[in-house]
């Protein structure tokens, strides 16, 4: 097994890519750092680690097999694989409507018969490239693997594989387009597939700007993410555009339809919410976010963009009120509203110092809401 997938990443070299600017460990939020190991955690060769005298985490590229399984579990975007944005916008393009998309596992000889891409490994994945190929008219994906119980790589790709299955399919059934499923295609024979390096950069070659395979869809976005960062916003972004044309020919129906897209993203997203009684407008919860999904604007509002959220809780482990409050399910007609306003703080003036105060339920600014010790812990 592990053999098959040394011969596809040789056939298909992905290599993983970390920039370590965006790396949450080097975030800083009222003095404190973030002590994420996602990446690390979900690993399934310790390529990442952790160095004494490093404080971010490091990739060792003798040990990392190009897997991608960390990509989608690091919420600063500080990883991603070279080249695989061009790889999906080829894929999306080649989806004619009504096709079945293949995404076939590196570890499986050959590659797919039609229209999808081969991936280094299933489980590096994103549920919005797959509900993408489903919006723009695809009958269905297909998942191919070689069998993710007898690779190496174990339950840390078979695990996002059946939640990436379960959400994709929850939002598909309500959306009425078609289904995504698992194949095994471990007995498939191995053909000795050689890609020449011209053909190779053909499969990579960025889509022509106004062109687009499919009728009644969002047209593809030429601007893709840099070599490394912002994979997950990106993706995001692509989805709300395609979920606000699905809204847009729906017309009269569409609110009701849209507003029944609600879907489990516990893990990869969530839907915050305040209680307005115990909210005082401070900013922890909007510096804590990591993906500038929380925003505290200048007129006293929280605001939201919900496309943006991860569900990484930081917001709500930074709220010293217990304000701050995450669901995991979402519904994403909220996605293409594109902001909403959380909570709104009343404008008064300080009790203490007469200066205008951000802390409307006791009546104090910051300062000397913090001089009296409430905000002592930060």
Same mark, same amino acid.
């Given at each position: 097994?592990?053999?098959? %997938?040394?011969?596809?990443?040789?056939?298909?070299?992905?290599? %993983?890519?970390?920039?370590?600017?965006?790396?949450?460990?080097?975030?800083?939020?009222?003095?404190?750092?973030?002590?994420?190991?996602?990446?690390?955690?979900?690993?399934?060769?310790?390529?990442?680690?952790?160095?004494?005298?490093?404080?971010?985490?490091?990739?060792?590229?003798?040990?990392?097999?190009?897997?991608?399984?960390?990509?989608?579990?690091?919420?600063?975007?500080?990883?991603?694989?070279?080249?695989?944005?061009?790889?999906?916008?080829?894929?999306?393009?080649?989806?004619?409507?009504?096709?079945?998309?293949?995404?076939?596992?590196?570890?499986?000889?050959?590659?797919?018969?039609?229209?999808?891409?081969? %991936?280094?490994?299933?489980?590096?994945?994103?549920?919005?490239?797959?509900?993408?190929?489903?919006?723009?008219?695809?009958?269905?994906?297909?998942?191919?693997?070689?069998?993710?119980?007898?690779?190496?790589?174990?339950?840390?790709?078979?695990?996002?594989?059946?939640?990436?299955?379960?959400?994709?399919?929850? %939002?598909?059934?309500?959306?009425?387009?078609?289904?995504?499923?698992?194949?095994?295609?471990?007995?498939?024979?191995?053909?000795?597939?050689?890609?020449?390096?011209?053909?190779?950069?053909?499969?990579?070659?960025?889509?022509?700007?106004?062109?687009?395979?499919?009728?009644?869809?969002?047209?593809?976005?030429?601007?893709?993410?840099?070599?490394?960062?912002?994979?997950?916003?990106?993706?995001?972004?692509?989805?709300?555009?395609?979920?606000?044309?699905?809204?847009?020919?729906?017309?009269?129906?569409?609110?009701?339809?849209?507003?029944?897209?609600?879907?489990?993203?516990?893990?990869?997203?969530?839907?915050?919410?305040?209680?307005?009684?115990?909210?005082?407008?401070?900013?922890?919860?909007?510096?804590?976010?990591?993906?500038?999904?929380?925003?505290?604007?200048?007129?006293?509002?929280?605001?939201?963009?919900?496309?943006?959220?991860?569900g990484c809780e930081r917001c709500v482990e930074s709220c010293r009120e217990g304000a701050m409050h995450l669901a995991s399910y979402v519904d994403l007609a909220d996605w293409t509203t594109g902001e909403r306003i959380l909570a709104t703080g009343r404008v008064v003036g300080c009790e203490r110092c007469g200066e205008t105060a951000l802390l409307p339920l006791?009546?104090?600014?910051?300062?000397?809401?913090?001089?009296?010790?409430?905000?002592?812990?930060?």
């Amino acid at each position: 097994m592990w053999k098959n %997938v040394v011969e596809g990443l040789a056939q298909y070299p992905l290599a %993983v890519v970390l920039d370590a600017s965006r790396c949450l460990r080097l975030t800083s939020v009222f003095g404190r750092y973030d002590d994420c190991q996602e990446c690390q955690a979900r690993c399934p060769r310790q390529a990442l680690s952790l160095a004494a005298d490093s404080v971010v985490m490091e990739l060792d590229p003798t040990r990392c097999d190009g897997c991608g399984l960390c990509v989608g579990t690091c919420p600063g975007d500080a990883l991603a694989l070279r080249d695989e944005t061009a790889e999906m916008l080829r894929a999306w393009d080649s989806a004619a409507v009504g096709a079945v998309v293949r995404m076939t596992c590196i570890a499986v000889p050959g590659g797919p018969e039609g229209p999808g891409r081969r %991936v280094p490994c299933l489980g590096a994945l994103d549920w919005a490239e797959v509900l993408i190929y489903l919006l723009r008219g695809a009958s269905g994906v297909e998942l191919t693997s070689s069998g993710c119980e007898s690779c190496p790589r174990g339950a840390a790709a078979a695990d996002p594989i059946a939640a990436l299955i379960k959400r994709v399919s929850d %939002v598909a059934d309500l959306a009425r387009c078609g289904s995504v499923r698992l194949v095994s295609n471990s007995a498939k024979p191995h053909t000795n597939h050689q890609v020449s390096r011209r053909r190779l950069w053909g499969f990579l070659r960025p889509h022509s700007p106004g062109h687009d395979s499919a009728t009644n869809v969002a047209p593809l976005r030429v601007g893709s993410p840099e070599v490394s960062g912002a994979r997950r916003k990106w993706l995001r972004a692509e989805l709300v555009r395609h979920l606000s044309v699905l809204k847009d020919e729906r017309l009269e129906t569409s609110h009701q339809q849209l507003e029944g897209l609600e879907v489990d993203l516990n893990g990869v997203g969530g839907r915050p919410w305040v209680d307005p009684e115990r909210c005082i407008a401070c900013p922890l919860c909007s510096a804590s976010c990591p993906t500038a999904a929380l925003e505290l604007s200048a007129g006293n509002k929280l605001i939201l963009k919900p496309h943006l959220c991860i569900g990484c809780e930081r917001c709500v482990e930074s709220c010293r009120e217990g304000a701050m409050h995450l669901a995991s399910y979402v519904d994403l007609a909220d996605w293409t509203t594109g902001e909403r306003i959380l909570a709104t703080g009343r404008v008064v003036g300080c009790e203490r110092c007469g200066e205008t105060a951000l802390l409307p339920l006791i009546g104090l600014c910051a300062s000397c809401y913090r001089q009296h010790g409430a905000l002592s812990k930060l």
